[in-house]
């Protein structure tokens, strides 16, 4: 049997899955029980060079698994381009430079991915772009007729942006948010047209998070999982991708190679996509925060000296090595899953990479938000968290390296 140049793999359980099919949301052996699998696109093709536009989905189009889906099953490429148009008619590529500011104060060479004034605020539209062009390019298709609601547990970042995405396209959206959600985020999704549901623990509620819950059994009983964690949604780890092309093409076009990239973890698949993308060459270095770093602890246990295991053992043994993170805080409060959901990707990306995780203090967190507004940065203590790290990280960077952080959240 030849091997497809496209496709869908678990890394949990190597369970494959073909690049039409119409939903590849979760490995076939996700069950409720065990939803520890996570599909990944398997791409043999050599990567398409960029389509001269400004829309990174457009410019990145043919890398896409979702457009390789679209084009197994019969849509050409100006069929994807209008789809496209229509999901992210304003997304742009975002700029990339070294900051003047951070290079003096830091005494390293910094360069910054500046995402605060993408669609939403925020990179997570990235993530829920390539979802929902996948249903598009389905129902374009007359494999969906009816549209069953988008949902989404989240009251930040990610929820902003997955109502701003199912507004453009008139699709019906639920989501599932904290009781105790600021009234203010609230209006905002109203006036998107999202249907905002408050998610009380309930008695007989197993632990966790009761949005999470109300989340699971809305997918349970048909919505589509519009979620920024691999797990829930492969399509979300595809459209991730594209910011880290950019980072690469931008530092090509200005001469210069990257040494290392912090990037602010807290479920774990933007620094998957974005180390996916940037490639074994970049070091990545996951930056969490000491009220919140799972990430960190569950390094330590698979890195032990003379008993480092492989990943599959890490994948196997995913339950006892990622156990839930105790009551997560800090001032970065978009980076306090207390799981990280996509850890085998961003564990897969240091060891490829040569990199280790970061565990940035609160007063790290403070002073990076700071910094970040003085040298002209409008982000928000998670968005700048990535700086944090660098802060609080700086043995793991040599002299003279080039170092990049990702600015991915505006201050609100
Ligand atoms: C601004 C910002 N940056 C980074 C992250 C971290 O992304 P992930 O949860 O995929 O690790 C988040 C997550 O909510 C975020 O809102
Ligand atoms: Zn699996």
């Known amino acids: 049997m030849t091997r497809p140049a496209v496709g869908w793999r678990c890394v949990v359980c190597g369970t494959t899955v073909g690049i039409a099919e119409p939903f590849p949301w979760r490995c076939p052996r996700s069950t409720p029980a065990d939803r520890r699998h996570v599909l990944r696109v398997v791409d043999h093709r050599p990567p398409a060079p960029p ?49 003047d500011l951070l290079t003096d104060e830091l005494g390293l060479d910094v360069w910054v991915k500046d995402e605060t004034d993408n669609v939403a605020g925020s990179h997570k539209f990235r993530h829920l772009t390539t979802i929902l062009l996948q249903l598009l390019a389905a129902e374009q298709l007359g494999r969906l007729v009816d549209r069953p609601p988008l949902a989404i547990a989240s009251c930040g970042n990610a929820a902003l942006a997955a109502a701003t995405l199912a507004a453009r396209v008139d699709w019906p959206i639920d989501v599932y948010v904290p009781e105790w959600m600021d009234d203010a985020f609230g209006v905002r999704l109203d006036e998107l047209q999202a249907r905002v549901h408050r998610c009380p623990r309930r008695s007989d ?118 156990a839930p993170w105790p009551d997560p805080t800090s001032a970065a409060d978009g980076i306090l899953d ?74 609100r």
């Open 338 to 411: 207390d799981e990280t959901y996509d850890g085998l990707g961003v564990i897969a990306a240091m060891r490829r990479s040569g990199g280790e995780p970061v565990v940035a203090a609160e007063e790290d967190v403070l002073a990076a938000h700071d910094l970040a507004h003085r040298a002209g940065f409008r982000a928000s203590h998670t968005g700048a968290a990535g700086l944090a790290g660098l802060l609080a990280g700086r043995r793991h960077v040599a002299g003279g390296e080039r170092v990049a952080v990702i600015m991915s959240g505006v201050a």
């Open 205 to 322: 509620d197993p632990p966790g998070d009761p949005a999470v819950h109300r989340f699971r059994a809305a997918v349970a009983a048909g919505a589509v999982p519009f979620s920024v964690q691999g797990p829930e949604n492969a399509l979300c780890l595809d459209g991730g991708r594209t910011l880290g092309w950019e980072i690469a093409d931008a530092a090509s076009d200005a001469g210069v190679g990257l040494d290392a990239v912090f990037v602010q973890v807290g479920g774990g698949a933007f620094a998957t996509c974005v180390a996916d993308a940037l490639g074994a060459g970049v070091r990545l270095h996951a930056v969490q925060t000491e009220g919140c770093a799972p990430l960190a602890r569950t390094w330590e246990l698979v890195q032990a000296p003379g008993r480092e295991l492989s990943g599959q053992e890490i994948a196997e043994r995913w339950h006892e090595l990622m």
């Open 51 to 99: 389509v001269d536009d400004p829309d990174p989905f457009v410019r990145y189009g043919p890398r896409l698994a979702w457009w390789a889906s679209a084009t197994a099953n019969g849509l050409d490429h100006d069929d994807c381009t209008a789809l496209t148009r229509a999901v992210v008619p304003d997304a742009t590529v975002t700029p990339f430079g070294r900051s």
